[in-house]
Structure formats: C-alpha cells, structure tokens
C-alpha cells in the first residue's frame, strides 16, 4: 500500500526558508514521479514542483530559483527546500506520488493517485 507521510512546516517569516520531507512506503522511488503540491486560502490546488524516477525536475514560474527538491533513496525519502519564503506561498503543501515510470513528471494534480496529509505553512512577520 503506497503511503505518504510529511513533516515540517509550520510558521516561518518572510524572507527565511523551510524545509518540508515527505516518507514514502510501500513503493521505491525508482518507478515513481513525486510532485509537490500547494492550496492557498481561496484557491485551487497547483503543483510547485516535481521529480521523476530518473531525477528530471520540473518547477513552476512562481517558485524557480526559490524552491529545490532532493531526495534519499536509501531512506525513500524526499525534501522539498524553500528559500525566501513570500506571503504568498502561504498554502497548505502535499507530496504526491505516481507510478509513472522513470521519465515522467508533471504539475496537474489530476495525474497523481497517492496524496501526503498535508501541511499548513504560514508565511507571515
């Protein structure tokens, strides 16, 4: 049964970063994509950022440059490290995954089947 548990979060002032982690079980990371996802207050849910099996990445314009994502094969773990933080990436932040092969990534929330609990992130002073 794939799985997903997340952790960190939290309040956290503008301009500092965060790091947020992701535990997957289950499944291997091998043959999976894993994509990061956040709801802001009042909006849908979009995808931040997202790694495929063979370590392709794909980020979205609001976060580049902002947000990277690592991962621990071993521990079957990901992290998703967010610099400064604005106020509006205040959201609620889920890690999904999919079976997907090794290439395949990608932002839509539709495409992914397995979903993290979620965790709120306040940016704010």
């Known amino acids: 049964q794939v799985q997903l548990v997340e952790s960190g979060g939290g309040l956290v002032p503008p301009g500092e970063s965060m790091r947020r982690s992701c535990v997957a079980s289950g499944f291997t990371l091998d043959y999976y994509a894993i994509g990061w996802f956040r709801r802001a207050p009042g909006k849908e849910r979009e995808g931040v950022l997202c790694i495929s099996g063979s370590d392709i990445t794909y980020s979205a314009d609001p976060v580049k440059d902002r947000f990277t994502y690592s991962r621990d094969k071993a521990k079957n773990k990901v992290y998703l490290q967010m610099h400064s933080l604005k106020p509006e990436d205040t959201a609620v932040y889920y890690c999904?995954?999919?079976?997907?092969?090794?290439?395949?990534?990608?932002?839509?929330?539709?495409?992914?089947?397995?979903w993290g609990q979620g965790t709120q992130v306040p940016v704010s002073s």
């Open positions: 999904a995954a999919e079976f997907a092969g090794s290439s395949w990534c990608g932002l839509s929330p539709n495409d992914f089947d397995s």
